[in-house]
């Protein structure tokens, strides 16, 4: 079985400058997570969508970060315009379900703003 | 506020030594408990799960256990191989009726010849 597709998996850019990534999630999962990662900390979730529909988007800084996943599969994370904070790794995640489903999490994409 | 704290923060042992991690929690409502491995510059890959009536779960050589009176958590590794070395995470669902994380901050082991 195909595990959760990331890409690019490194990026490096200027602040102020824009980026997007790509998150394909197992086939079938209905359910996708995008995380920030700072180092040395836990993974911390920005959005959670349920098949095309935002579930969870409470701690997405809306005013630089957006998402989408228009067809239900595959995602997309946008971050305009990038600060130096941003750097950190993104991590997308997927699941089948909700409720008490293990997610599945994808390589990353390691982020550094200069 | 729902926090997941572990202890320790980094450990260094020799390979065939055991070792034990341990995770503390206040979070309510609890629905269950995971620990994920994650390597360097990978992601989290999940190792047990425990719901708030399991007290121990194994996979291998790791063995996670859970108080939820005490609201603790520990995960056991027998015999460590140097593929142990890895960033282990606690992480614990709430909210019941949906899938909520919260993530502790890991403890970073490696394991050395």
């Known amino acids: 079985e195909a595990g959760v597709a990331q890409s690019p998996r490194y990026k490096i850019i200027e602040k102020r400058q824009s980026v997007a990534f790509w998150c394909n999630p197992i086939s079938g999962h209905a359910t996708l997570y995008w995380y920030q990662q700072i180092l040395g900390q836990g993974p911390k979730l920005l959005i959670q969508f349920q098949n095309n529909g935002v579930v969870d988007d409470s701690q997405l800084p809306k005013d630089r970060f957006s998402a989408e996943r228009l067809k239900g599969v595959d995602s997309t994370l946008k971050i305009q315009p990038a600060k130096l904070e941003d750097s950190a790794v993104y991590l997308c995640a997927s699941s089948f379900g909700t409720l008490q489903e293990t997610q599945y999490f994808g390589p990353g994409t390691r982020l550094l703003v200069l | 506020k729902n926090q997941v704290e572990q202890s320790p923060q980094s450990l260094i042992i020799l390979e065939g030594k055991n070792c034990t991690l341990q995770?503390?929690?206040?979070?309510?409502?609890?629905?269950?408990l995971r620990w994920y491995k994650q390597d360097t510059g990978r992601g989290p890959v999940s190792l047990t799960i425990?719901?708030?009536?399991?007290n121990t779960k194994s996979n291998g050589r790791y063995t996670a256990t859970l108080d939820a009176d005490t609201k603790q958590s520990s995960l056991h590794i027998t015999a460590s191989q140097l593929s142990d070395s890895a960033s282990y995470i606690c992480v614990v669902s709430w909210g019941g009726a949906t899938n909520k994380l919260i993530f502790g901050t890991g403890t970073l082991l490696a394991v050395q010849p």
């Open positions: 995770c503390n929690y206040t979070v309510s409502p609890f629905s269950n």
């Open positions: 425990m719901t708030f009536s399991e």
